[in-house]
């Protein structure tokens, strides 16, 4: 059997520590990614073909292959070119949605404030590659940075002898304005320090394996990054009226990432809890990946738990705080009302996670590892800044100069409370 059905209060301390202490691990290999950054932003190009050839065991040509991608574009066949672009289309539209305006109000009598929001200028996208080809990160991470109207998108991909040409259809349609075939930490510290070749960026976003995650954790603080993430996770939500196959294909869909993906039932209902067991054995042979599949099943962090009741359901949900949420329940707006903590929240039994990661318009590029408890997903406000804005008039500074003179001198900062002073003494002289 594939997984057992354990009840959730009778978990022990190190099966508890094992749902909610995840992390990307990165430590593993925290020393060799500070080698390979520091001589990227040393050497530049050499340091990265270098690296390319020993871990990658590609002998780069051209780093820089945005021409391939318009080729790969261009050469599509057009079932999967109406799949890239309806795709990029919905996930353009909600992002679109998301753009703030500027505003300016006033704040009692003469005190206008505002805020304004302004693109960086350059980012830069991680594709991953590997053992799969994601054309969908490329969309996820791309289109909210054109969206923002940041100047200068860059995407590094990791490079093979044959180029995944859906990806790089993907990647063009997009709006990539340059393209590298980079990948591992040395193209997160190309990014970060710029090359010869590569692009400086102000910001790097998206995800990758541990070393990319290792890289974008060294380089933080000379770049702005999004967030570390881990392997993929998802928690179904489901009661007695859920369909025990469909939390099932939630569970494979999900561990078919990555043999680290932690996948987690939690079910009020000991004849659901039994027939999703029953209904990963029956399926998960039919599956490509079914390998990978067995071992995401497997991991420690995943499991079908019974809770005695909703509410312990959701407590552990909400303190798991994971990065895919499937509600699979009959008053699923109640259950997500009760919880907070979530990257993407996927409701009712007609929507899979997988019309997040594809199609549906939001955004999979999400927080894992917990962190969706202070932080949520990619979205248009990543590649945006904030500046706020204020004018007083001379009945504004009257009104509020003795509060900022006030405390200016309590915290002992005179030449703060001098600057008040000094323009409301002129205003009493203006006026007599």
């Known amino acids: 059997m594939t997984v057992d059905v354990r009840e959730l209060a009778d978990l022990g301390p190190g099966e508890r520590a094992a749902f909610f202490d995840r992390d990307a691990g990165i430590e593993a290999v925290r020393g060799d990614v500070r ?24 002998e780069l040509g051209n780093i820089t292959i945005t021409d391939e991608c318009e080729r790969a574009y261009e050469a599509l066949d057009d079932e999967l070119l109406d799949a890239i672009e309806t795709a990029v289309a919905n996930v353009r539209d909600f992002h679109e949605a998301q753009l703030p305006d500027d505003w300016r109000d006033e704040f009692g009598p003469g005190r206008e404030l505002g805020r304004r929001f302004r693109p960086l200028e350059r980012v830069g996208v991680y594709v991953p590659g590997g053992s799969a080809a994601y054309p969908s990160s490329a969309i996820m991470g791309v289109v909210p940075a054109v969206v923002a109207g940041v100047e200068h998108v860059s995407v590094v991909t990791p490079p093979a002898d044959e180029l995944n040409p859906v990806t790089l259809a993907a990647i063009h349609a997009a709006g990539a304005d340059a393209v590298y075939s980079v990948g591992g ?9 710029g090359t010869e070749t590569i692009t400086r960026a102000q910001k790097i976003v998206g995800p990758g394996n541990k070393w990319v995650t290792a890289a974008k954790a060294e380089v933080r603080g000379d770049v702005e990054i999004d967030f570390l993430a881990g392997p993929s996770e998802v928690v179904v939500v489901a ?9 099932a294909t939630e569970l494979i869909a999900q561990a078919e990432h990555d043999p680290n993906t932690s996948v ?26 079914k390998e990978i599949i067995q071992a995401g099943l497997e991991n420690d962090a995943s499991g079908v738990l019974l809770a005695r009741s909703m509410s312990e359901a959701i407590l552990f949900t909400e303190a798991y705080a994971p990065e895919h ?18 990257g993407s929240v996927f409701l009712g039994p007609n929507t899979p996670v997988a019309a997040g990661d594809y199609a549906s318009g939001t955004n999979h590029v999400l927080p894992t590892n917990g962190s969706a408890h202070v932080t949520g997903g990619l979205s248009v406000e990543t590649f945006l800044r904030s500046t706020t804005v204020q004018r007083l008039s001379a009945d504004g500074l009257e009104d509020i100069g003795e509060t ?13 409370a001098a600057s008040v002073r000094h ?10």
């Open 423 to 432: 323009r409301l003494e002129r205003l009493e002289s203006d006026d007599s």
């Open 239 to 247: 009661d007695g009226t859920a369909d025990p196959a469909l939390v």
């Open 264 to 289: 987690v039932a939690v079910t009020t209902d000991e004849k659901i809890a039994d027939g999703i067991v029953t209904a990963i054995d029956e399926q998960v042979d039919a599956r490509e990946r």
């Open 185 to 193: 930490a040395q193209a997160i510290a190309g990014l970060a320090y």
């Open 404 to 416: 900022i003179t006030t405390l200016a001198d309590a915290e002992g900062l005179e030449a703060h």
């Open 325 to 342: 949420l499937s509600i699979l329940a009959d008053d699923d707006e109640a259950i997500l009302e009760r919880i907070d903590s979530a």
């Open 35 to 58: 080698e390979i950054v520091d001589r990227v932003r040393e050497e530049g190009d050499v340091a990265v073909r270098e690296f390319t050839s020993e871990f990658d065991d590609v």
